[in-house]
């Protein structure tokens, strides 16, 4: 539960970003302040922090991280450690996310 939240949060981040932005940059030009600019900026700084946080989350299951395959000669894959787009099983063990 708290992986596919999580998950949620940073999706959500990822595709509010532009339209903040956007917004933050008609007020920037409605009240002449650059402050406005930074609630963008924090935005962004939470979202880099909540993929980290993602991306260390482990498996219930099998206690590995769930995003990143544990390499082996047999099952070596490049992008093993990417969760985009959104995985739905644990690299290791295959347990579903959503179940």
Known sequence: RRIRRL???VLGILFSYLPLVAVSLKLVERTDSWYFMAIPGF???L???L????HRSRCPRC???FFVQ???KDNYTPAGS???PPQNKCRNCSLVLYG
Request: glycine letters at 10%.
């Open 51 to 54: 993929q980290r946080r993602l």
């Open 7 to 9: 998950r949620l949060l």
């Open 70 to 72: 544990t390499v082996t």
């Open 63 to 65: 206690g590995d991280y």
């Open 43 to 45: 935005v962004f700084m």
């Open 82 to 84: 990417l969760s985009f």
């Open 47 to 49: 979202g880099l922090y």
